[in-house]
């Protein structure tokens, strides 16, 4: 194999030069699709990974940013789920995505509402998210024991907290990332680093199945021109789209939303804060703050019918409801003018059987557990789970793939994705030595170098125009747009603002950041006509 730093990675809008014959096609590049395509090409296969869209498309871009340790699905009694999710999480803080990562001190403030019995079982299930932690394996110097506040304490870390009430509150620690769209597309670039050839826009029109593997028709959304590609097995990544192409599986999108803030909404904080749901024992909305200057506010669990869009959005009592639990928890009333911008995701819940089959339960009932179903034409889908698990679903998907009839005689090696640092990963002593500019460090890590040098040699500016923001209020650079354009695959404004950086979740920002994404586009363009 290869080692990535001796190739070129890329990141290629639509099908020209695509291979038209792979041991495995990868269907979707959400977080999951491009685990699966990492995976695969890790284990010595030939891999082409398409998604009809861009990288992080779909519901990959719409979580809290948060990687679990699973304490929630502990206590739905899902012990299974929430060790493996515990085990993940440490595998990205620790070993393939530190720079990526970040400790997130979260604090669950004891206000008048919450009873004495909550505290208590609130106290109680922190410790068994602990023991998770140690089970994992995941040092307390990456995530330290949680502890009891005093209110003095809990107010010098979240000062826009109500006072009045206020007992004190509890610390404890999970893993946030700095971008899930980021995750998502550093893990396509460790993919392509590899020698997987990695596609957006180019979508599947139809699977047949044929002598020794699958037919798979595909078609170029940048010039409409189609083509086949003959593989020895297929994996269907596509998410909340699975069921359009295995229409064998049923599944039960559940909606979460999230609301953005401006950090003087709720100032001063200096910690996540899970407020509680007033009247219910063990629900919070999570208040996350964001290294932009933003506050995230979720989320929600609604149930969702009908065709999936696009994009989703949220809802109006969503909203509200979201307005009214942080209100009841912090100092100040928030109002529907507060938000900035708002984002829902669709979970890809597969559908079961009993209260939770069609028509009856709550989508927030339904397990996180993932699922790799292997339909009666040999075509491999992965559903359900979430973000923090992504690399386990893609080893079992690919385990999956691995054990069909087409694929006997294969030679590839075990999975070797659990010990693999994605491109610019390296431990938190080593990113915080490193003389680069911070907020590229935060996204690149090591490659931070690498960006910067890129637009240098891209554009001929000098770095400090390069890595000015390219607004007032908004923090990217010019220097990493034009890296969205020349290595990640970025094809146009809306990739650049909403996938390869989330200028897009708030729409004044977007606004501010879009002349500035066209010239990244604009200058790439002149840089390869140039050296044509």
């Known amino acids: 194999m290869t080692a990535p730093e001796q190739r070129t990675e890329r990141i290629t809008p639509g099908l020209a030069d695509a291979p038209g014959e792979v041991d495995l096609l990868v269907v979707g590049l959400g977080i999951t699709g491009a685990g699966v395509a990492l995976d695969a090409v890790t284990r010595g296969l030939s891999v082409l990974a398409v998604d009809a869209h ?5 519901t990959s871009r719409w979580s809290s940013k948060l990687v679990h340790g699973g304490l929630r699905y502990l206590a739905k009694g899902q012990v299974g789920v929430a060790h493996e999710s515990a ?13 990526l990562t970040r400790p997130m001190p979260v604090v669950v403030p004891l206000t008048s509402s919450v009873t004495r019995a909550q505290a208590a079982l609130t106290a109680v299930g922190l410790r068994a998210g602990d023991a998770l932690r140690r089970g994992a394996r995941t040092h307390a110097e990456t995530l330290p024991r949680p502890r009891r506040l005093s209110a003095t304490e809990t107010l010098a870390l979240a000062p826009a907290l109500r006072p009045a009430g206020l007992r004190g509150g509890m610390l404890s620690w999970d893993g946030r990332l700095e971008d899930d769209a980021r995750l998502v597309t550093t893990v396509a ?5 590899y020698g997987a050839s990695v596609r957006t826009r180019a979508r599947v029109l139809s699977t047949q199945p044929a002598n020794g593997g699958t037919e798979v028709l595909l078609r170029d959304e940048l010039t409409g021109a189609t083509t086949t590609v003959r593989a020895r097995a297929v994996v269907n990544a596509a998410g909340v789209w699975a069921g359009e192409l295995a229409d064998d599986v049923t599944l039960r999108p559940s909606r979460g939303t999230h609301l953005v803030l401006r950090a003087d909404a709720l100032p001063g904080l200096q910690v996540s804060v899970f407020a509680p749901v007033p009247g219910e024992t063990n629900r919070f909305v999570l208040v996350l703050p964001q290294p932009d200057g933003t506050v995230y506010v979720g989320l929600t669990d609604e149930p969702v019918t009908g ?6 959005e949220p809802t109006e009592p969503e909203i509200g409801f979201l307005l009214d639990v942080v209100s009841a928890c912090f100092a100040r009333q928030l109002h529907r003018a507060d938000v900035v911008g708002a984002f829902a995701g669709l979970r890809p819940l597969l559908e079961s059987g009993g209260p939770d089959g069609p028509g009856g339960g709550s989508t927030a009932d339904l397990s996180r557990k993932h699922a ?3 339909g009666r034409d040999g075509l491999v889908t ?3 789970g979430k973000l923090t698990t992504y690399r386990r679903m893609a080893q079992d998907a690919v385990d999956a793939a691995l054990a069909l009839p087409a694929t006997a005689g294969l030679a590839a090696g075990p999975c070797r994705t659990r010990s693999l640092p994605l491109l610019g990963a390296a431990s938190r002593p080593t990113l915080a030595a490193l003389e680069q500019p911070e907020r590229l460090v935060r996204r690149f890590g090591t490659d931070a170098a690498l960006v910067l040098g890129n637009a240098v040699e891209v554009t001929g500016l000098d770095e400090a125009g390069l890595l000015a923001p390219v607004a007032e209020g908004v923090p990217v650079t010019l220097a990493e747009l034009v890296f969205g354009v020349t290595h990640e695959g970025a094809a146009d404004v809306d990739d650049l603002l909403d996938r390869r ?10 606004a501010l950041a879009e002349p500035a994404a066209r010239r990244a586009l604009e200058l790439v363009e002149e ?4 050296h044509r």
């Open 527 to 530: 840089h390869l006509r140039a």
């Open 87 to 99: 085990v993940e999480r440490g595998v990205l803080m620790e070993v393939t995505a530190p720079h």
């Open 382 to 384: 992965v559903v359900g």
């Open 54 to 58: 861009d990288l992080a498309f779909g």
């Open 372 to 374: 790799v179903l292997v």
């Open 501 to 510: 950086t989330r200028v897009g979740l708030v729409p004044a920002d977007r």
């Open 307 to 312: 065709p999936v869009p696009d994009v989703p």
């Open 189 to 193: 670039r460790t993919a392509a680093a």
